[in-house]
Structure formats: structure tokens, C-alpha cells
């Protein structure tokens, strides 16, 4: 089956249609206000206007509380919800159970103990997105660059559906997935020219890259 691709941190047009003209199957929409790539909900609103169907939209959340969420899914017109800050399981069942959208959720990876706390969004998150974890003093918990290592993600075999993040590149991207099978990959700061700011050839590079993976 073909990998799935989500450009995160999409927040402009020319990102937009790259991402789009790239095939990928996500755009991410950053509802995080200390994250360079953030986005209010009337540049979410505009973005979703553009897309139209030809790309689903995810938005990303840390430890959102109902408001914004509610606002971001109305404007952005989300297809799914990524909850990417400490939320237990009872918090993601909650979104869910809200919101009536596929909820993702990203665990922080740095031992096999993380990977396998996956099991405890069991019948209730939609994907688990393993990601590397950020240092304890990092400005956000995501969207670094930083990669973990992929052999404690290659023997995993959850019931949930699964995706990898964290420092992938059009470099690295097809090794990842050969090395761990992933069925969805995730990129935000390895397709941009500087934080926040897209590039659209490395857009197109990293969905070729998976491709041909
Ligand atoms: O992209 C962000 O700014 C961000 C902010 C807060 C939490 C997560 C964020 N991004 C997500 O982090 C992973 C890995 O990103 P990278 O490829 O290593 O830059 C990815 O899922 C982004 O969606």
C-alpha cells in the first residue's frame, strides 16, 4: 500500500498548492501560538477555501482546550484533529467524542517504553503519530527537526493505524520507511528553507522520495 504524506505547517498559498501539485494526501494547520508556523482561524478559513477537496486538512493542537478546537475546525473545515501535547487518553476520547473528527495522537519517542504507550489510546485515537521527543527546555514539542531511532517503531504492531514524524527529510524519508514499514510520514521543518518557511521543491522532493521509497 502507498505511504501516506502530511506536509505539516502549511500557512501559506504557495506551501498550500506545492503540497497539492505534490500529491501529498494532508496539509497540517498549525493552532499553536508559539510555533512559527501558526495560523489564525481566518488564514485557516482562506487555506481551506484554496484546498477545496484536492487535500485533507489536520490540525494541530497542544493541549487545546474546546474553544480553539472548535474554532479551528469550523474555519480550517478539518478532516481530522492531531492532539500533539501531553493529552491522556480520556482527553483524546473527549476530542472525539466532541468534535466527531478522526483524532491523532503524538506520543513523544526516546525508548521502547514510549512506543509501547501507544497501547493506551487503544480504541480511542484514529493514529498514533510517533515523534521524537524534544529536550525538557524545547520551545514547542514538535516540529524541531529531530529524529528518534527508528528501530523501536519497526517491530510495533498496534491495532491503530500508525505514522512516523520527527527530523524527516527528502534525505532520509525513504530509508525511514524501509526501515520501519511506516504507513504515513510526517514532515514540517525538513521541507522548509527557514522555521516557518516552506520550500516548495523540497515539498515536491520529499513526496517523490516517498514514492519511490
Ligand atoms: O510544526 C510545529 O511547529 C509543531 C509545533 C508543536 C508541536 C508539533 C509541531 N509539529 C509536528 O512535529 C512533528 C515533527 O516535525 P519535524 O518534521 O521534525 O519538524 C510533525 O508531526 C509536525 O507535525
Redesign the pocket.
Known sequence: MATAIKI??ISSPDALDAAIAARADFA?F?F?PP???HIDARAAAALAGRAGAAIGRVG?F?DADDGTIAEAVRAGRLDAV?L?GNETPQRVAQVKERFRLPVWK?LPVANAEDVASADRYREIADLI?F??KTPKDAA???????RFDWSLVAPYRGEIGWGL????SPANVAEAISRTGAPLV?????VESAAGVKDSDKISAFCKAVRAA
Open positions: 505539516c505547517g497540517g498549525v499553536f510555533s512559527p508556523r494541530l497542544v492531531q500533539h503524538a503519530l515523534d521524537a514547542l514539542p514538535g516540529g524541531m527537526g529531530l514524524a520527527g527530523g524527516l510526517d514532515t514540517s521543518s525538513g
